[in-house]
């Protein structure tokens, strides 16, 4: 997705003046064609994280169009009240695109994962939050944003992110995504760990169990109706994240079934429940930790779809 962010950024670019970027000293071996091209449009303000958000709400409001490209964790734990009063606050239509979402940086530890910036980004007004799980999710996101000319998250991965869909995503980018539809079990999942949402789905249909898959690649606003509809037609509906288990799509898919008094038999959240990831390992390897793989996810499904039978 990094590779379809600076291609996309600098195809906006070319057609409007008013496109810039701005890094945090990250991105190397990928920003640097957009800094030969476009020159003083690129603007590297180093590590200084709530300096480099109010930098770019300033762009904005003297009518800039910036994309401000950081480390996930950095960028939102650092600078949460520069991106709360200086971007969503004053609605500058700055797009913060934060790469590294949940455990891309998985050997680095705690420091470097994200697995509670879609909690806080939902809580902040005046600010649309995207978790784009491929590339042709990524590129429509990030049209959509342009085009809405709004405070903006886009919450993206780290490395090559194989691709899911097999053609482009319908822009814009407001209503979640069916994949497959099914009659027994729903799964709602958003960002890259869409990819072993995709294989949970194969294994329990495997078992016997028809499954309707969605990608949410916008968390908030929520696409209500399609929560609710899954919720509606089928016995389980669960939630895939590769966040916290507080506050990112299984509490916001919870919250609206709860006050629209729509009850399925089964609901549950996968996510990260609430502790820090203290062992070192790969994406890989924290996502089977935490119950997360294809194989840990599809059989605890499996169990509680059939327990509420």
Known sequence: MRNTFIQTISRLAREDPKVMLVIGDTGFSVMEPFEAEFGP?????????????SFAAGLA????????????SFMTLRSAEQIMLDVCYQENPVILVGVGGGFAYGTAGPT???????????????????CPADPAEMEAVMLTAY?????AYIRIGRSVDAPIHQGPVV???????????????????????LREAV???KLLEERGCSVTLYSVPRVQPLDEEAVLACAAGHRAVFTMEEHGITGGLGSA??????????????FHRYGVPDSFAMLTGSRDYQLDYFGLSPQKAADDMWTRWSDGK
């Open 199 to 201: 294989q949970v789905r």
């Open 112 to 130: 470097h994962h994200a697995l509670q910036d879609i909690a806080m980004m939902r809580a902040f007004p005046n600010i649309d939050v995207y």
């Open 171 to 193: 822009q814009p980018v407001e209503k979640a995504i069916p994949l497959a539809r099914g009659t027994d079990v729903a799964i709602l999942a958003c960002g890259t760990i």
């Open 61 to 72: 409001a003297a009518g800039m169009k910036p994309f401000a490209y950081n480390v996930v």
């Open 41 to 53: 449009r690129f603007v590297n303000v180093g590590i200084a994280e709530q300096s480099f958000v």
């Open 253 to 266: 898919a919870a919250e609206l079934l709860m006050e629209r008094g729509q009850h399925p038999a089964v």
């Open 147 to 151: 085009r809405r000319q709004r405070p």
